[in-house]
């Protein structure tokens, strides 16, 4: 199944999944298809970044945040992502996406996707960091903002030690990025 017709599936059943809510998860699952692969024969590192996609999507629709963003002139832009690969994704083997929000801080998201094999070992971990754009404004809003706009609390937990270095280290690249262009 190719990538759109992935992301069609998961708007066309979200409904089925129920509602997303303040420290839910979305849960989709996969199989690893000729498609997906590399020459080594199982999930290229880019289709791991599109199926975190896929789970980002499976959480806009269900929590109603793409319904909220549009109804604003808001849109939610990715920041960064890191990835760490654990075990390979082979071809044909079935796997999930579990993807949650884990905490914010001012206009910062701070997203987790797991990827699991069937027997529940984690294959990769990719960590987001994202926010939502105000088009007519032209500026992030903050995070807080978007989350009590969507009904939940605005009550982050601390990052952990792990989202702590994460959102230092893509604050330092971000920095680096903007001095390095012309």
Same mark, same amino acid.
């Given at each position: 199944?190719?990538?759109? !017709?992935?992301?069609?599936?998961? @708007?066309?059943?979200?409904?089925?999944?129920?509602?997303?809510?303040?420290?839910?998860?979305?849960? /989709?699952?996969?199989?690893?298809?000729?498609?997906?692969?590399?020459?080594? /024969? +199982? *999930?290229?590192?880019?289709?791991?970044?599109? *199926?975190?996609?896929?789970?980002?999507?499976?959480?806009?629709?269900?929590?109603? *945040?793409?319904?909220?963003?549009?109804?604003?002139?808001?849109?939610?832009?990715?920041?960064?992502? &890191?990835?760490?690969?654990?075990?390979?994704?082979?071809?044909?083997?079935?796997?999930?996406?579990?993807?949650?929000?884990?905490?914010?801080?001012?206009? &910062?998201?701070?997203?987790?996707?797991?990827?699991? *094999?069937?027997?529940?070992?984690?294959?990769?971990?990719?960590?987001?960091?994202?926010?939502?754009?105000?088009?007519?404004?032209? +500026?992030?809003?903050? @995070?807080?903002?978007?989350?009590? @706009? /969507?009904?939940?609390?605005?009550?982050?937990?601390?990052?952990?030690?792990?989202?702590?270095?994460?959102?230092?280290?893509? !604050?330092?690249?971000?920095?680096?990025?903007?001095? @390095? !262009?012309?």
């Amino acid at each position: 199944m190719y990538v759109w !017709a992935r992301m069609i599936r998961i @708007a066309a059943t979200y409904r089925r999944r129920g509602p997303f809510r303040d420290g839910d998860e979305s849960r /989709l699952t996969f199989r690893c298809l000729p498609t997906d692969i590399d020459p080594n /024969l +199982h *999930l290229n590192n880019a289709r791991y970044m599109m *199926l975190a996609d896929c789970g980002r999507l499976d959480i806009f629709f269900r929590s109603g *945040l793409l319904r909220l963003t549009r109804a604003r002139n808001w849109g939610p832009l990715m920041g960064g992502v &890191q990835a760490v690969y654990v075990r390979e994704i082979r071809l044909w083997k079935r796997f999930d996406v579990v993807s949650t929000i884990e905490t914010w801080e001012d206009s &910062q998201i701070i997203g987790r996707h797991r990827f699991l *094999l069937e027997d529940g070992t984690t294959a990769a971990v990719v960590m987001t960091t994202a926010g939502i754009y105000d088009f007519s404004n032209r +500026h992030f809003i903050r @995070a807080g903002e978007v989350i009590e @706009a /969507l009904g939940y609390e605005d009550r982050p937990r601390p990052p952990t030690e792990a989202e702590r270095a994460f959102m230092t280290s893509h !604050a330092n690249l971000r920095t680096f990025a903007r001095q @390095a !262009a012309p």
